[in-house]
């Protein structure tokens, strides 16, 4: 099974507020998690990535939580900003076996509201 | 440029038409990808292209779909005879190595077929 899954399709938040954003997977062999920031007309950005390994990953407001037992992964935007309005992708691939490419989950429109 | 290059941004086309979308990669990268981004939906894998390796075409939709990459740099995307359905922001990406190494995307171009 290669489907991502994300949810919520759309998120509204206050400033200054926590954006939490969760994703499932099903093939225990993803050896790579990033997440993606889109802005419109533009294409995606990675925000920040982690690998099976670790737990968590925290750069700045932004903290990957990995739980592998459980086959799931989220994203919390700390301390949001209306400039982090845009449309957040959670992605996982195969590294090594498949070269990087990425299945994508459907994506997160989020609203951060001043 | 230092960024993936894609053209044109924008494409119109009648239904049965083919069209060429081209991206250039940033220099150096060994890597490149082809996704597709409807409207309202997730970004797909079209096909993937390492260096000299045969290139992975698993996600093509159709035959009517192809790809090429020329000297290891330019890729070209093909759509032949287009439908309605074709109609979607294709997005390239390229990386250094590919597997472990961060993909960095173009603007992409929207094609809409009428």
């Known amino acids: 099974q290669q489907q991502v899954k994300q949810s919520p399709q759309s998120l509204i938040v206050q400033k200054g507020g926590i954006s939490i954003i969760n994703c499932a997977y099903e093939n225990t062999a993803f050896d790579y998690f990033p997440w993606y920031q889109q802005f419109p007309g533009k294409g995606p950005a990675l925000l920040i990535a982690?690998?099976?390994?670790?737990s968590e990953k925290k750069e700045g407001r932004f903290t990957i939580s990995f739980n592998k037992s459980a086959k799931q992964f989220s994203l919390h935007i700390m301390d949001s900003q209306p400039g982090d309005s845009a449309t957040y992708f959670c992605a996982a691939s195969k590294q090594v076996s498949e070269g990087g490419k990425l299945i994508f989950g459907q994506g997160t429109e989020l609203s951060v509201k001043p | 440029g230092a960024g993936v290059s894609q053209s044109p941004s924008n494409k119109v086309t009648e239904k049965g038409k083919d069209v060429e979308l081209r991206c250039d990669p940033i220099s150096g990268h060994t890597a490149l990808y082809w996704y597709r981004q409807s409207l309202g939906q997730g970004l797909e894998f079209l096909i993937y292209?390492?260096?000299?390796?045969?290139?992975?075409k698993s996600g093509l939709p159709s035959d009517r779909f192809s790809a090429e990459r020329t000297g290891g740099s330019v890729s070209t995307l093909t759509i032949q005879r287009t439908q309605q359905e074709d109609s979607a922001v294709y997005l390239c990406?390229?990386?250094?190595?590919?597997?472990?190494?961060?993909?960095?995307f173009g603007q992409g171009t929207r094609l809409t077929v009428v």
């Open positions: 982690i690998r099976p390994d670790v």
């Open positions: 292209f390492q260096g000299n390796s045969a290139p992975d």
């Open positions: 990406a390229s990386s250094p190595m590919g597997g472990n190494t961060e993909a960095f």
